[in-house]
Structures are given as structure tokens and as C-alpha cells.
């Protein structure tokens, strides 16, 4: 009877173990689901917002000269998801829409909530609405409003992107969730704006203010709680995820009869077999007190339980017979159906399992008895645990239990499948997810085996050396910028499969992160072999990759560093190595070169042109020269552009192309980029008339989250007008942080400072990054200029962006002038300004009085 207990208690507590597992599963699953609803929605939101943000700066930008229906048709902001778009004026009248008969007729919107509450209120923020019924569209919608101003700062209207909201779950809908998911979106005022999956849950529109939603959900980011279907009356497991920086929710709701689905389903089978369990033992007991007939009949019991195990099981006497051996034990160690029938002696067993290698551990043949070297009659002191790996691949766990009486019971699981997972997460410890070459951890620990073995025979001069290959691919940021990263890391593994094949046996190849990828060669010959195979790793890059429709063409640098000649530790060798590289990528790219011990010294210099940097920039050892502009209509100066210089107390005047790109790496960069700005805006305060001051600005300081605060200090401190500072800016700086970089160009514009692109056209996004801020001006590069007389490329490249340029209401000017013909050319071809050394070099402060002497004020300067 106190079996019987035992046996039913373990079943429910089993069951009670089966029904927490669901649960905390179900809460995993339906938390997992609503992070990845969460950054769908974001990317929807996103999008959307940024067609408004487009709409309102065009609306802004040309209201006054432009009617609202002329804006609407020639913005291009449509997109798969967006319904309509449509401009309210101030009043609340629609005055212009995409859907519906064009031009559209006035409609009074003034009732609606996404008008009034950009009305009542002066906050710059995206409104979402609740779902109604568009009264152009005449289809259901979720609203995404922002305000727009007039150009005295007043309220001018609002912009309207709407939204299926069938498409904020249509993504979800794909996902197979079964029959027991439903999902939803619900904004904070507890309106549902969208819903969907097949099991019913909250429907669209639907109120949940009053609900468990608005006293559990709204008090934490995200909660789980079970709640009560009103239509259905059955019980949900429900999940609620905050959309992060948004009004918005993601409710994820399960069926908990789903949920215990599985927990059921094993309590009915648990209990079929408890009972016939429980048969049996009563059986059983029954059987003992009956004749020796009932006892063959509980042994046969007894022998269906062990047959039917999962387990093998096996019992060994003090005398070394084995009177238990379940057929799965056979099955498991491949005996013959003999020893099941008829179990031999365990030495017998013993001596058959050495005769036929059935058992491996470690490479070596292994015994079963885990009392091997100690008297099989005493009891092994504790429970031993072992495992063997059978001659099939199979990975057995051996658990042998010492009896009171001197025996023993084996039990062998099958653990192969566990071990399979375990040998599964050491290898993707080992090499790098996206390429399945091995990782940088597993590189270091092959070099680090090398350079141990080469310092053991480093006496022996006959010894060969050894090569580490650095190979980083060029342009890929680029790649990955303009194509996105999918296309980036699909190229990756186009390229690790390409070099897998130019490298031969025995040499590894690795990823280290990003573009970088490294070769050992652990036997490296000569130099000329590793320059061959260079050749050959940089020839199997070259032809164009075929990734996902585009046709990608990139290249490789490589550096080399040879061991133990350039190093015999693996960080020199890493230093090496890494040097090379940096001195390809420096001077040619697309090649490859071996470490030399100049590269050190350039390193060492680079260093201490940075010691020295950081004293000049103490002592004040850094100057302004100024390099006038030239307007082409009137040969006058509109202004100079501040450029530094270094005087160096020993070495003189050091070029700016040696200092700022050290500046730039060791952030330096920001002090004196503060320092010119600060001597530049002090120093054209003094300047007659209305002579404008250009300076270049770092990536660094267009970051700085004050910068707008600083520079309007500066103005109001050196009294110097806003419209007279111009700040200088290049293309990349855009690229690489558009979002950021265009909110804080934006509020220096609001200053009035005028913004110029310097260096147009060496970029990829030039022409993408107009569109997106109206810059004041466009420094067109002087490579261009220089080669205006070498074709008409050239001159045709010019000519688009001057007319580009005029279009948009932007000046251009044109930098490195240096011949009347390139002047002449450029006035020709429309060019507003000039600088270069056919006007003047950069000269010093006191030197500007003879500059504007000699070429005397522009028309716009001089007032």
C-alpha cells in the first residue's frame, strides 16, 4: 500500500511539475513573441514618422510659394503600409489628400482627435489615434499625426500619414501561433488600435479602460497575468510589452487550455499506467501470499516492468552473477540475445566486451565493471558515474549502485543526444555564427600553440617559420551603408567561402570580427610562397560576388608578419601584422605588404607628433590662417575660411594632413575644433561689413549634444551675427549618423548659421543627403577642378551640380582654383564662389586688411 501511495503521489507530483513547466514556457513563448511584435511595430512607427517628418519640412519649407495639393502630389511619401496622406490647416480643414477624387475637396476635420490634440497642445510630438473610419478613404485607420508651424512660429496645420491596422499584425499572422494566440496593439488611453491571430482575444476599437489592463499593464514595462475571456468565458495566460519611446502596448494572450494541453495529455498516460501499476502490485501482493505458482507469475510481472524500461539495468551479485539483464541492457551494449536469455558471469561479460572493442572511452578500450582494481565482493564506497562511447557513436551513462550485501545495480542511459547538443554549443563557442569559420579565440589559441613549439626549438636553426595574414576587405562600410547590412553579411560568407578554397590543408582561416579575417600558416617557407599566397587570396576576391541580385565587386588589403622574425609572442605578432594592414589601407589598398621595422618607427612618430599635439595645444603653439573666397560675379571677397596651423617650436610649420588625422584618432580633435570656432567667430567680429566666416567642423564636435547651446553662446559673447558664421561639414559625417546629425544641424539652422557640404562628390550619398537638409552651400572638391581641362566628365559632373545646386536655392564654390582657366570656366559654368591659390594661399590674421585692400567687398559682404 505504501507503494501504491508513493506511486500515485509521484504522478501528481509530476503533474504538478508538468503544469509549472507549461506555464513558465507559455509566459516565455508569449514574452518572446511581443519583443519581436514590439520591434516590427517600431520599424512601422519609423517609417511612417519619417514620411512625416519629409511631409512637414516640404510643407514648411514651401507652403508659402506652393499650394498644400501641389505639395501632396509632388512628395514622394508613400509607402506599402500608409493608406493616406492628407494636410490640415489650422483651422482644421483638410486641404489637400492622395486618396479620393484629385484635387480634393475641403473637408472639416476639427471634431477629430488627431487634429485637436495637436491643437490644445505645443508639443512637437507623433500623435497615434484610435481606429476610425476615414471620412476620404472610407476605410478603417489608425491616424499618425505631427504638427507643422508657419514661418513666424505659429501653428500652421497638421500632417496625416493613416494606416491599415491590419498591417501591424499581418506580419504576426504569418507565424503560424496555432489556434490558441491572439495578439493586439493598445494604445495607453486603453483603445485597441489593432488586432489579430486566430483565437479571437480583444477586437479593433475595443475599450479596455476598467479592465485588469489598466491596473496591471500600465504599472510595469512589461507583465503577465492570467485573465478571464468575456466572450468565451475561458482562461488566458495574457502578456503586455510597453513599446518602448512609444504611447502603445503588445498584448499577447494565450489560451491556457492550450497551455495545459500537454500536461493533461501525460497526466491521462501517467495514470493508465499508474493503474496498471497499481494492478500489478496488488497483484504482486496478492501473489506472495499464494503458492509458489503465484510467485512465477509476480517474476514475470516483474520481468514485463524491466523489459519495458527506458533504461538498461543490470544487477550483479558479490559473486559476480548477473541475475537481472533487461533487453534494453542488450540493446544498449549490443550483446547477443543469448546473454538476455541466459546472463553470464560479469568476468565472462567482461572478457566478451574486450574481445569485441564494443566499448570506447577516450580513445581506449574501456571495462564495464567499475570496481575494476579493487575486490569485486566490497561494495564500492558511493554511487560512480561513468560514461562510454560505443563503436556505433552511441554515448552511454553507466550509474553503478553499491548494495549493502556486496552487489551492484548498473542502470546505462542513452545520453547521445545530450552530448550532441553539449559538442553543439562548444562548437559555436569556437567559431564565428556567420561564416562557421573558426573565431578569434580559437586563432589566438592556435598561434599561442606555434609560438610555445617554435620557443622549444628555437635553437634549431633548420626549423621553418611561420606566417599570420591579416586580410581586411575594402570599401565594405560602404557595402554595407548603401546595401544594408543583410547584403553586407551575406557577402561575408561569400567571401569566407571563397578564401576557404584558396587556402590549402592545414592552413587556418579565421574570422576575427567585421571585415577582418586572418590566416596562419604554420609552415611558411620562404616570403616569396606567402606573397604567392596573398596574391592568390586577393585574386580569389577580385571577380564580383552575386549577392542577393547585386552584383557586389570589392577588394581585400593584406598584412603579413612572419614569425619568429617579426615576433616571437603572439601579441607582437598580432602588432605586426596589424601594422602592415594599417600601412596597405594607408597607401594603396587593394595589396599586400610585410611588417618592417619602419612601420614601427612610423608608428613610433605618430606617436610623438601626439605628445607633441597635446603640448601645443597647452602652450597655445596652434594658429588661425585665413584663405579668402572669392565671389566670381564681382571679383570680390565674401569671406575666409579658418584654417589651422601648427607652428612647431623645432620643427617649424608641420603640415595640417600630418596633425589632424592624429587629432582625429586620439581625440584631440574636440579641443581644437572648440579652439578654432572660438578664434574664428573672435576674430571676424572685427571684420568690416558683412564678411562671413566659413569653419570646418569635426564629426566629433557635430555630435556633442550642446553644440547648439555653445555656438549660440559664442555669438551672443563675440556679438558676431549668426548669418555671418558658415559651418562646414563633410558628406560622411551625414552618413554615417544621418538621425542625430540632422536634429543638430537642424537647430544651427534655426540660429540662422548657415550649413555648407565641403568636399562634394568624393562620397557615395551626396545627392540623397540634399534632399534630406537644405544646406545654405556646396563646396564642390577640388579634384574635380583640377581636372576640368583633362574632360568633359569632369566639366558635365561640375555643370549637374551647380544646376543641382542653383535648383535648391544653394550657393556653390569651387575650392584648389589655381589658373585663370579654371576660374573663367567656372564663372562660365554658373559657379557662385572660388578659393585657391590663383586668389591667395591661407595667410595669416594680420594679413586679411591687404587681402580685402587689394580685392576689395563683395555686394553681399558689403552692407
Known amino acids: 500500500m505504501a507503494l501504491i501511495v508513493m506511486l500515485w503521489v509521484g504522478i501528481f507530483l509530476k503533474y504538478s511539475d508538468d503544469l509549472r513547466s507549461d506555464l513558465r514556457e507559455a509566459v516565455r513563448t508569449n514574452e518572446n513573441f511581443s519583443m519581436v511584435f514590439e520591434e516590427n511595430v517600431l520599424r512601422s512607427i519609423g517609417e511612417i514618422d519619417k514620411a512625416l517628418l519629409y511631409l512637414r519640412r516640404t510643407i514648411e519649407t514651401r507652403k508659402d510659394t506652393t499650394d498644400f495639393h501641389t505639395i501632396v502630389s509632388t512628395t514622394d511619401v508613400l509607402s506599402e503600409i500608409i493608406v493616406q496622406v492628407a494636410i490640415i490647416d489650422a483651422s482644421g480643414i483638410m486641404r489637400a489628400s492622395n486618396a479620393g477624387p484629385q484635387p480634393a475637396a475641403p473637408l472639416d476635420l476639427s471634431d477629430r482627435e488627431h487634429y485637436r490634440v495637436h491643437l490644445s497642445s505645443g508639443e512637437d510630438r507623433l500623435f497615434v489615434s484610435k481606429p476610425v473610419v476615414g471620412r476620404v478613404s472610407r476605410q478603417w485607420s489608425v491616424q499618425f499625426t505631427r504638427r507643422f508651424l508657419n514661418s513666424d512660429g505659429s501653428f500652421g496645420g497638421v500632417v496625416v500619414a493613416s494606416l ?53 499593464a500600465r504599472s510595469a514595462g512589461m507583465v503577465t497575468f492570467e485573465e478571464t475571456d468575456s466572450a468565451s468565458g475561458n482562461r488566458r495566460l495574457v502578456t503586455f510589452r510597453h513599446v518602448r519611446g512609444q504611447p502603445l502596448w503588445m498584448s499577447v494572450s494565450t489560451d491556457l487550455r492550450a497551455v495545459y494541453a500537454g500536461s493533461a495529455a501525460n497526466l491521462r498516460l501517467n495514470a493508465i499506467v499508474g493503474f496498471v501499476l497499481t494492478v500489478l502490485i496488488l497483484i504482486a501482493v496478492k501473489n506472495i501470499l499464494q503458492a509458489e505458482a503465484k510467485a512465477r507469475q509476480k517474476a514475470e510481472q516483474l520481468h514485463l516492468t524491466l523489459e519495458n524500461m527506458s533504461q538498461g539495468i543490470m544487477l550483479i551479485t558479490k559473486d559476480l552473477e548477473i541475475p537481472i539483464i533487461n533487453a534494453k541492457c542488450g540493446e544498449l551494449l549490443d550483446l547477443p540475445p543469448k546473454f538476455i536469455e541466459t546472463p553470464p558471469r560479469f568476468d565472462e561479460l567482461m572478457a566478451y566486451q574486450a574481445r569485441n572493442s564494443a566499448l570506447q572511452h577516450a580513445g581506449e578500450h574501456a571495462s564495464l565493471n567499475p570496481l575494476e582494481g579493487s575486490q569485486p565482493w566490497s561494495p564500492a564506497p558511493h554511487c560512480a558515474i561513468s560514461e562510454r562511447l560505443m563503436a556505433n557513436g552511441t554515448v552511454i551513462e553507466i550509474r553503478s549502485a553499491p548494495l549493502p550485501d556486496g552487489g551492484l545495480v548498473q542502470t546505462f542511459t542513452d545520453i547521445t543526444k545530450r552530448r550532441e547538443a553539449e559538442t553543439h554549443v562548444a562548437r559555436l563557442a569556437s567559431e564565428d555564427p556567420l561564416t562557421d569559420l573558426p573565431n578569434r579565440r580559437i586563432f589566438r589559441a592556435r598561434l599561442e600553440e606555434i609560438c610555445s613549439a617554435y620557443a622549444a626549438q628555437c635553437d634549431d636553426p633548420e626549423a621553418p617559420g611561420f606566417a599570420v595574414l591579416f586580410l581586411d576587405l575594402d570599401r565594405f562600410k560602404v557595402i554595407n551603408d548603401t546595401l544594408g547590412h543583410r547584403i553586407g553579411d551575406l557577402l561575408l560568407r561569400r567571401v569566407g567561402n571563397r578564401l576557404k578554397q584558396a587556402v590549402e590543408p592545414g592552413v587556418l582561416l579565421a574570422r576575427l570580427g567585421g571585415d577582418e579575417f586572418s590566416i596562419l600558416v604554420p609552415m611558411a617557407g620562404s616570403r616569396a610562397e606567402i606573397g604567392d599566397l596573398a596574391r592568390r587570396l586577393l585574386d580569389c576576391i577580385a571577380p564580383p ?19 619568429p622574425a617579426d615576433g616571437r609572442n603572439v601579441d607582437d605578432l598580432l602588432v605586426a601584422a596589424d601594422l602592415a594592414l594599417y600601412s596597405v589601407k594607408a597607401d594603396s589598398r587593394g595589396t599586400f605588404r610585410f611588417y618592417s621595422h619602419a612601420m614601427s618607427t612610423e608608428l613610433n612618430d605618430r606617436r610623438e607628433i601626439e605628445t607633441d ?56 580633435i574636440m579641443p581644437i575644433g572648440e579652439w578654432a570656432l572660438d578664434a574664428a567667430c573672435r576674430e571676424a567680429a572685427r571684420w568690416p561689413g558683412n564678411l562671413k566666416i566659413a569653419v570646418n567642423l569635426s564629426p566629433v564636435q557635430l555630435l556633442a549634444p550642446d553644440l547648439g547651446e555653445r555656438i549660440e553662446h559664442l555669438l551672443a559673447e563675440t556679438g558676431l551675427a549668426p548669418c555671418r558664421l558658415e559651418i562646414e561639414i563633410t558628406e560622411q559625417i551625414v552618413l554615417e549618423d544621418n538621425e542625430n546629425t540632422i536634429a543638430t544641424l537642424r537647430r544651427l539652422k534655426n540660429l540662422g548659421v548657415r550649413i555648407a557640404m565641403d568636399d562634394f562628390g568624393t562620397g557615395y550619398s551626396s545627392l540623397s543627403y540634399l534632399r534630406t537638409f537644405p544646406f545654405d552651400k556646396v563646396k564642390i572638391d577640388r579634384s574635380f577642378v583640377t581636372d576640368l581641362v583633362h574632360g568633359t566628365d569632369r566639366v558635365v559632373i561640375v555643370q549637374a551640380v551647380v544646376s543641382i545646386a542653383r535648383a535648391l536655392g544653394m550657393t556653390t564654390t569651387a575650392e584648389g582654383v ?15 564662389e572660388a578659393q585657391g591659390f590663383l586668389f591667395s594661399g591661407a595667410v595669416p590674421a594680420d594679413e586679411i586688411a591687404g587681402i580685402i585692400e587689394k580685392w576689395g567687398l563683395s555686394k553681399a559682404a558689403g552692407g
Open 613 to 668: 599635439l597635446r603640448t601645443a595645444i597647452e602652450r597655445g603653439e596652434l594658429e588661425l590662417h585665413y584663405q579668402p573666397i572669392i565671389d566670381l560675379r564681382d571679383d570680390c571677397v565674401a569671406g575666409f575660411e579658418a584654417l589651422a596651423r601648427w607652428r612647431h617650436p623645432v620643427k617649424g610649420l608641420i603640415p595640417p594632413g600630418l596633425f589632424i588625422p592624429v587629432a582625429e584618432d586620439t581625440g584631440l
Open 818 to 832: 589655381e589658373s585663370d582657366y579654371q576660374c573663367e570656366f567656372l564663372a562660365a559654368l554658373g559657379c557662385d
Open 164 to 216: 491599415k491596422p491590419e498591417h501591424l499584425t499581418n506580419f504576426y499572422n504569418k507565424i503560424d501561433f496555432a489556434s490558441s494566440v491572439s495578439i493586439a496593439l493598445v494604445g495607453n488611453d486603453g483603445i485597441v488600435r489593432s488586432a489579430g491571430g486566430s483565437a479571437g482575444g480583444f477586437a479593433l476599437g475595443e475599450d479596455l479602460n476598467g479592465t485588469r489592463f489598466v491596473s496591471i
Open 545 to 563: 560576388f552575386d549577392v542577393d541580385g547585386y552584383k557586389v565587386r570589392t577588394g581585400a588589403s593584406i598584412g603579413i608578419a612572419m614569425g
